[in-house]
């Protein structure tokens, strides 16, 4: 199917009466957000806002919320996920077989359909801005409270690479503003882009930075797969697309996916970081994050007449869980390819992407640890420390049934167990544990104490999913 760029999945929302759109002024602290937190729950419509005060572009957001994938140019989610398991199914065992091999060269030939296209941009598309004329507190970056300490960009697209190499990782993940020429990163300990910027400390290499912001909807949708680590971003946006990325080269060798409006390139020097700010996640609290890395602006692409955009933070009514509850159901068919015994799945908004919530059929308790501790390593979420297991009739994506269910089952000297971080992980500058919990029913619980800190995850867990 073809290649969506994201003016014209908008464009397509707009055509199937999907946007709704506002004339009156709105100021983007506290108050845009609040404006397209009502609207899109109330209307399942993306928000268009043409007026922001002091910003000089219109705002779109809720462009995934409550939409079908279809409508974006990505096929309904049944034909994401059979593009999604081609490509697993292609490595399960080494072809042995005279036919096999043919039906591996068939996959081969599917596969290379789906590889990134170096394109030519028509210079009249875009506007490449840079020097004194970089000024980022033009667009309508977002802030929630009052008490967040910057203006962010929420759903982005990052792009990260050493300056030395030339492959990079992508993510998706807040973008704070600075100043007219500087930007922050809110990095998870646990991201890929932590990694790639410990790697540069250590190295004294600086990282080549750059920001999509209204990428593509398959762009967008890969970048959040951090747990698919063996495959190329542009290679896995292109088979979750059905369709070959277009990618074009910058001066610097920077291959630049092609779709977005805004495109944000800089440079990150080794050390050079601010202090963790306060931003709001999607449990409610205000969150005072690890120190940030600072990105220095050297240019910005700009689509001719583009519409900036960034999603909201809320637990139900924003694009980042859209894009999630999207994201589980490809990560539910990888897994129950490896553990037959999980019925479902949700990596839960309510507690910030902190808890995935599993629903098994009958198991053994180790067969139970093996997946939880396999889900921990995987890179689910950044953010993700606990994983719970429920029975088959718990509905994981209610945080009410979880919680009954934690509290009808859960012994914490028994069910709970606390895994310390490793020897050399960022874990230990934040004590971070991690924990998995068994909150089935089952009979067959092995009776293993686990102490105080358990007991204590516990009682942050409840506390947690508790509205």
């Not at 004329?133 to 962010?152: C, G, I, M, N, Q």
């Not at 700009?302 to 859209?322: C, G, H, K, P, Q």
């Not at 068919?333 to 098994?360: C, E, G, K």
Request: overall charge negative; proline content about 6%; some cysteine.
């Amino acid at each position: 199917m073809p290649y969506l760029t994201f003016s014209e999945a908008v464009k397509r929302l707009e055509e199937s009466g999907k946007v709704v759109a506002v004339d009156e002024e709105i100021s983007a602290e506290v108050e845009a957000p609040l404006v397209i937190r009502e609207l899109a729950s109330s209307t399942g419509k993306a928000v268009l806002l043409r007026r922001i005060k002091d910003k000089d572009c219109a705002l779109v957001s809720g462009v995934y919320y409550r939409k079908h994938p279809q409508l974006l140019g990505l096929g309904n989610l049944e034909e994401i996920k059979q593009r999604y398991l081609s490509w697993l199914f292609m490595f399960d065992s080494p072809p042995l077989e005279q036919v096999d091999k043919l039906s591996a060269m068939a996959s081969i030939a599917w596969l290379s359909d789906h590889f990134p296209k170096v394109v030519s941009v028509s210079p009249g598309e875009f506007e490449v801005v840079q020097g004194y004329d970089l000024d980022v507190t033009r667009f309508p970056a977002l802030k929630h409270s009052t008490e967040e300490d910057a203006l962010y960009i929420v759903n982005p697209v990052v792009l990260l690479r050493l300056s030395r190499l030339k492959s990079f990782v992508a993510v998706s993940l807040p973008v704070g503003v600075l100043d007219e020429r500087t930007l922050f990163l809110v990095v998870p300990p646990r991201s890929r882009a932590s990694h790639v910027l410990s790697e540069a400390a250590s190295s004294r290499d600086k990282v080549v930075a750059a920001i999509l912001v209204g990428a593509s909807p398959s762009l967008q949708l890969a970048a959040g797969m951090e747990w698919v680590s063996s495959l190329d971003f542009l290679l896995l946006s292109g088979l979750l697309a059905g369709s070959r990325v277009p990618v074009a080269r910058l001066v610097d060798d920077t291959p630049l996916p092609l779709g977005a409006d805004v495109a944000l390139i800089g440079e990150v020097e080794p050390g050079d970081s601010r202090p963790g700010g306060r931003i709001l996640l999607e449990d409610s609290y205000l969150a005072q994050e690890a120190p940030q890395p600072v990105v220095r602006l050297r240019r910005m692409i700009l689509r001719r007449n583009f519409t900036f955009y960034t999603s909201i933070i809320d637990r139900e009514a924003s694009d980042v869980v859209e894009l999630s509850r999207w994201r589980d159901y490809l990560l539910l068919a990888y897994v129950r390819r490896l553990y037959p015994f999980v019925r479902d799945l949700r990596v839960l908004p309510d507690d910030a992407f902190r808890t995935i919530a599993i629903s098994v059929e009958h198991a053994e308790i180790k067969e139970l640890l093996k997946l939880g501790m396999f889900l921990l390593s995987l890179g689910v979420n950044p953010r993700l420390d606990t994983v719970i297991f429920v029975d088959r009739d718990v509905d994981v994506n209610s945080p009410s049934e979880i919680l009954r269910a934690t509290l009808r089952n859960v012994d914490p000297d028994k069910d709970v167990i606390s895994l310390p971080p490793k020897a050399g992980s960022r874990d230990l500058e934040t004590e971070s544990y991690d924990a998995i919990i068994n909150a089935t029913s089952s009979r067959s619980k092995a009776a293993v104490k686990v102490g105080d800190e358990a007991s204590s995850r516990l009682r942050e867990l409840i506390r947690r999913l508790t509205p």
